[in-house]
């Protein structure tokens, strides 16, 4: 009978990307996925370490699991992605329930250590870098996670070492898959069904890989992919403004699939925090960037990522964050508290005082939901391009998402999964829009 593994992820887009890596995988062993914790052999945490009480969170989810399986055969607990890399053997010491702790760069070994595991029953940790030999081993294993919309992992781990951030500790130096590698997985997917592909790096715009004396570039992939046939839209995560070259602003003006809105963290509206978070670029760079991007085509929107309360940030900081928000409308964005990261430079740094970070959060998430609002608001009867993914649970409406990757609810016959329909919007939140197909306006799938 096959054995049963259910994987638990937290964190970024990689850590979902590479947990159905995993169940490609794990499959060769005999595992299959199990919907529910109660009836696995395998229970596999993907962590992620970006913000404060990791450690404890995996802690609370592993008293969970020892709870639900009390006077039971126990499962096998193993602990993967960024909170194993940068934990590694002091969670083994800590918690004899885990049996092993594998950090992201090292899932190709995952089978052979579940095959040791299972004869000797060494507990033990594998925490190398070694990204090449990962990509090279899932070359071989068919990605069978293909949705409507699919991740894509091109470009893994940081070289930027910005004071606030864990990433280039767990995930290692920049690594970009080979050109073909990424284009033969994006067919693949497209082959089984997607329609939309998100590639994905802690630092995508990053992404350079030298072949046969050429480098290719992340502009390079676009244009590539915007010849596969079937592929309906392009969209990548999480860029970088210091990678913001002009061959990838161009492509918005070459590309017809490539999606016109961009993720791009600024993290702070003030220079002297960029400076303090050793971000590499001024305020002044980003808006550069930006009305070059509106200027290719006035409908690209923007999104953020901010970081509020770094040591050192003056109320009059603040303020340049929350004129920077006004300015530029964001669509979405996402804004935390600094939580100091064990290891990194900003840890050090003199703490500014809870009750005023905050404050200062309620007011900008204020401002961002506001401009959220009222760019949802702006799609009121108005037409919207929706690619549908899938039916809902009610089993009768439908889920799909627009250029801006509002999520749209709408009536139809799921023969629309897949398609790119025209929804005329007749309701709208913070969220999501709701709204009526035109059947006349259906793109050949
Ligand atoms: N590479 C991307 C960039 O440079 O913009 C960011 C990737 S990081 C995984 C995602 C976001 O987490 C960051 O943009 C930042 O806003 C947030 N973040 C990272 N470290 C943080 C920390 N110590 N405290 C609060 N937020 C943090
Ligand atoms: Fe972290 Fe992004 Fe900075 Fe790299 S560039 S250290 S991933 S915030
Ligand atoms: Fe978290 Fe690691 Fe992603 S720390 S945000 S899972 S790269």
Redesign the pocket.
């Known amino acids: 009978m096959a054995k049963k593994v259910f994987i638990k992820t937290f964190g ?1 887009q990689m850590n979902e990307y590479d947990s159905n890596r995993i169940l490609d995988t794990i499959k060769k062993i005999g595992f299959i996925r199990s919907k529910s914790l109660d009836e696995s052999d395998c229970f596999i945490l993907n962590t992620c370490h ?2 404060d009480r990791a450690k404890e969170k995996v802690y609370h989810e592993i008293g969970r699991v020892k709870q639900n399986f009390e006077g039971k055969k126990k499962p096998l607990v193993i602990i993967a992605g960024c909170v194993a890399q940068a934990e590694n053997t002091e969670m083994l010491k800590r918690e004899p329930y885990i049996d092993f702790i594998i950090g992201p760069q090292s899932y190709h070994k995952l089978n052979n250590t579940i095959q040791n595991f299972e004869k000797n029953k060494s507990r033990f940790e594998i925490t190398d870098f070694e990204s090449e030999s990962k990509f090279e081993y899932l070359r071989k294993i068919k990605n069978d996670s293909s949705k409507i919309s699919s991740f894509l992992t091109i470009q893994e781990g ?1 070289d ?1 070492f ?1 004071h ?4 280039p500790y767990t995930r290692g130096p920049e690594y970009s898959r080979p050109f073909n590698q990424v284009i033969n997985e994006a067919k693949e997917l497209v082959e089984k069904g997607s329609r939309e592909i998100i590639l994905l790096g ?2 995508v715009n990053a992404y350079c890989s030298n072949e046969n004396g050429r480098q290719y570039k992340l502009s390079d992939l676009i244009m590539c992919l915007e010849n596969i046939y079937g592929l309906k839209r392009i969209r990548y995560i ?3 403004p210091r990678d913001m070259s002009s061959d990838l602003i161009e492509c918005y003006a070459n590309s017809k699939k490539l999606m016109p809105f961009i993720h791009l ?1 600024i ?1 702070s509206g003030s220079n002297k925090i960029l400076r303090l978070m050793n971000r590499k670029h001024k305020v002044e760079d980003y808006i550069s960037i930006y009305h070059e991007l509106k200027k290719i085509n006035s409908d690209i929107e923007f999104s953020s ?3 509020i309360g770094y040591p050192g940030e003056t109320e009059k900081d603040f303020e340049d964050t929350l004129n920077l928000v006004k300015n530029i409308k964001f669509f979405n964005s ?1 804004s ?6 064990p290891g ?1 430079t ?1 840890s050090s740094y003199e703490q500014i005082d809870e009750k005023i970070s905050k404050e200062r959060l309620k007011i900008l998430q204020a401002e961002l939901f506001h401009n959220q609002k009222l760019k949802n608001k702006s799609f009121e009867n108005n037409y919207t391009n929706v690619l549908i993914e899938n039916l809902m649970k009610d089993g009768e409406k439908l889920f799909g998402r627009n250029e801006y990757m509002t999520s749209v609810i709408l009536n139809g016959h799921q023969d629309l999964i897949g398609k790119v329909v025209k929804v005329k919007i007749n309701n709208s939140n913070q969220n999501s829009l709701s709204g009526e197909i035109d059947i006349n306006k259906i793109e050949a799938a």
Do not use: E, G, L
Not at 164 to 167: A, D, H
């Open positions: 970024c970006i913000r940081c930027k910005c606030f951030c864990v990433v802690q630092n999480t860029s970088h963290p993290q990522d901010f970081i996402y935390f508290i600094f939580s100091p990261r990194t900003a």
